[in-house]
């Protein structure tokens, strides 16, 4: 009767996106995988002014660290990643679950590893100031009125359960 | 909604459905790998949904727009009117569900008056930056969409959601562009959702031709007696759509109404903080927490069914159970038209109460027919869990279709649980949760709204 396409492929609100989990945000307010990276935005433990911006490379597993003014992390050496960068990760396990994340930055990892201990990449150049200017732009979306018009195509989009509690 | 009703409901598939979905597969199958590279069998697809139209006024356009594009001249036009096809197509699919619904609830609908058309202005370089990139989607085809081709939407999107008036394409682009790029690249992906992303990509399309007419709208004054709530959400949106009855001042008849709040937010933002995003509508949230009426006056109601939603002109009114407005109300309640542009099957959301049945694991038995419920739209931000559903005697839900099939949202349940009576509605959390074990979690979470907005005061304005 079909081209053969699976029912999933023929439902109009197929999920394809897992919702994160929620996660406390004090400390990595931003994490994301986007842009072949695992990246995000790490606050500062003493300035609250000062942000650091850190990534992880999927392809090479390469890693940066650095504030939003660009200056280098002083935790980061050639070879092992500073304490920005294990927050990151850990946040984003929480955050995605360590499948999607080990999957996304193609490491094999089992329930109990270290996922950064996992990496074998070395410091590498990365560019921060994209990082935090999507930051940014993740930040004003909350400086955006809200509205009352219905939005009709968010019937597309349906509230899901955000399984499990705040960890 | 009673067995009878059920089982007219589930007798069968509408006259033409079947054969009108597999050309949509075909459809999506050729949007899938692209208009680029169409080949035979993906060619044929186009002009058979092309064919399919030829007895409306779509259709010649619609064989002039595949044959172009067949022979590689993939332009806005051409695609606009591709898009506008399927569109007509879908609409005719919606249109033959909703009225074995209708039939079988019983529901008059009242039918649509098109409006005048409207002479706005339209953003024109925006909408243009939409429909490019949507032509390059096209061309490119789901299999072909790399990280740069996501990215390049961005600043277009970015600019869309600054202007109110554009919010729904927006956020529509939004949701699309963030699954794109969760999966890249998309090559590597075992099964695309080729339906859905050929829905958003056709209405994106539709929506970045301008605005359309403006919706007619009167102004009401009365009672609203909220039924439940309805929780749309992605990644960076947040909807609450409250479908509720609305009793006019004066003698007029009961009314189905709709009326939304929504937010933009972060992935972050999650479950019961959702409702702390929408902080500005507290007599709103207030009623729906306390479950109570609300006294509103003077607000515009769209023909579609919207009351746009104005917390100044509504007060919180006497104690209203939703239950007992269903009983009693919901049933002979006038239903508003569709819209034109609305008319797809993911809409078809009408409220119903079940009652008398036998909970399964993942559906409900009435007189002998199944109805399955759709566990997954349990939304976090609100008490509602499988097992309160599955120990459930009474259901507020909305019957909806997808994937083929006929599915009951749950919006509120009652039963009885270890001797307890037990309730719970989507919207019980509107001014925070009331479960100790939620409260506690949400407590050790910390508040995301008041940290990101910390973030944001000391960052952005730099």
Redesign the interface.
């Known amino acids: 009767?079909?081209?053969g396409?699976?029912?999933?492929?023929?439902?109009?609100?197929?999920?394809?996106?897992p919702?994160?989990?929620?996660?406390?945000?004090?400390k990595v307010?931003f994490?994301e995988?986007?842009?072949?990276r695992l990246q995000g935005v790490v606050?500062s433990g003493s300035d609250?002014?000062r942000?650091y911006v850190s990534s992880i490379s999927a392809s090479t597993h390469g890693f940066s660290c650095s504030t939003?003014n660009n200056r280098p992390c002083g935790g980061l050496h050639a070879s092992s990643p500073c304490k920005h960068l294990r927050a990151l990760a850990d946040e984003a396990v929480l955050?995605y679950g360590l499948d999607r994340v080990a999957r996304y930055l193609r490491v094999e990892a089992g329930d109990d590893d270290d996922l950064v201990s996992r990496l074998d990449g070395v410091r590498e150049a990365a560019p921060a100031a994209v990082v935090f200017s999507r930051?940014?732009?993740?930040?004003?979306?909350?400086?955006?009125?809200?509205?009352?018009?219905?939005?009709?195509?968010?019937?597309?989009?349906?509230?899901?359960?955000?399984?499990g509690?705040?960890r | 909604m009673l067995g009878v009703q059920l089982t007219e409901l589930l007798d069968g598939v509408p006259h033409g459905v079947e054969e009108a979905l597999d050309l949509m597969s075909g459809f999506d199958d050729a949007l899938a790998h692209g208009f680029a590279r169409l080949g035979g069998e993906r060619a044929a697809a186009l002009a058979a949904l092309a064919g399919a139209l030829g007895a409306t006024p779509l259709g010649s356009p619609a064989v002039d727009a595949v044959e172009k594009i067949i022979a590689g001249s993939i332009t806005d036009e051409h695609l606009a009117t591709l898009a506008g096809g399927r569109t007509a197509l879908f609409g005719a699919i919606h249109d033959a569900l909703l009225s074995r619904l209708d039939t079988a609830l019983g529901r008059d609908r009242s039918p649509w008056a098109e409006p005048p058309p409207a002479e706005t202005a339209a953003a024109d370089n925006l909408l243009g930056g939409c429909r490019s990139w949507l032509q390059e989607l096209a061309i490119t085809g789901w299999k072909g969409v790399d990280h740069d081709l996501v990215s390049a939407s961005d600043q277009t999107i970015e600019a869309l959601l600054a202007d109110v008036g554009l919010r729904p394409l927006a956020v529509l682009l939004d949701g699309l562009a963030a699954e794109l790029r969760a999966s890249c690249p998309v090559a590597t992906m075992e099964r695309l959702p080729a339906r859905r992303w050929a829905d958003l990509w056709a209405r994106a399309l539709l929506l970045s031709q301008g605005p359309g007419a403006t919706e007619p709208a009167e102004r009401v004054s009365g009672r609203l007696l909220v039924l439940g709530v309805d929780v749309h959400e992605h990644a960076t949106a947040v909807q609450m759509q409250v479908h509720a009855i609305l009793e006019p001042a004066g003698a007029a008849p009961p009314r189905l109404v709709r009326t939304s709040v929504a937010a933009a937010k972060v992935d972050t933002i999650v479950g019961p903080a959702l409702w702390r995003l929408l902080h500005r509508h507290p007599v709103l949230l207030g009623a729906l927490a306390e479950h109570r009426g609300l006294d509103v006056e003077d607000m515009p109601l769209l023909d579609g069914g919207d009351l746009v939603w104005h917390d100044d002109r509504a007060t919180a009114g006497e104690p209203a159970d939703p239950f007992a407005t269903a009983r009693i109300l919901l049933a002979d309640a006038v239903t508003p038209a569709v819209r034109p542009l609305d008319r797809h099957p993911v809409r078809i959301a009408e409220p119903v109460l079940v009652e008398g049945y036998t909970a399964g694991d993942d559906a409900f038995e009435l007189d002998g027919n199944t109805l399955t419920v759709d566990l997954d739209r349990l939304p976090g931000c609100g008490p509602l869990t499988p097992g309160l559903v599955a120990a459930s005697s009474a259901c507020i839900g909305l019957v909806r279709w997808d994937g083929g099939r006929w599915m009951l949202q749950p919006l509120a349940v009652q039963g009885t649980a270890k001797r307890k009576p037990f309730e719970a509605h989507n919207g019980d959390w509107a001014m925070g949760p009331t479960d100790p074990k939620v409260v506690k979690a949400e407590a050790r979470a910390g508040d995301a709204v008041a940290v990101l907005r910390e973030r944001a005061g000391r960052l952005l304005r730099r």
């Open positions: 009767v079909n081209t396409m699976s029912a999933w492929e023929q439902r109009s609100v197929a999920r394809v996106v919702p994160v989990r929620p996660r406390k945000l004090v307010p994490v995988l986007a842009d072949g606050s609250l002014a942000v939003n955050q930051f940014l732009r993740h930040l004003a979306y909350l400086e955006l009125p809200d509205t009352t018009a219905p939005i009709p195509e968010l019937h597309w989009f349906p509230a899901v359960s955000t399984g509690a705040v």
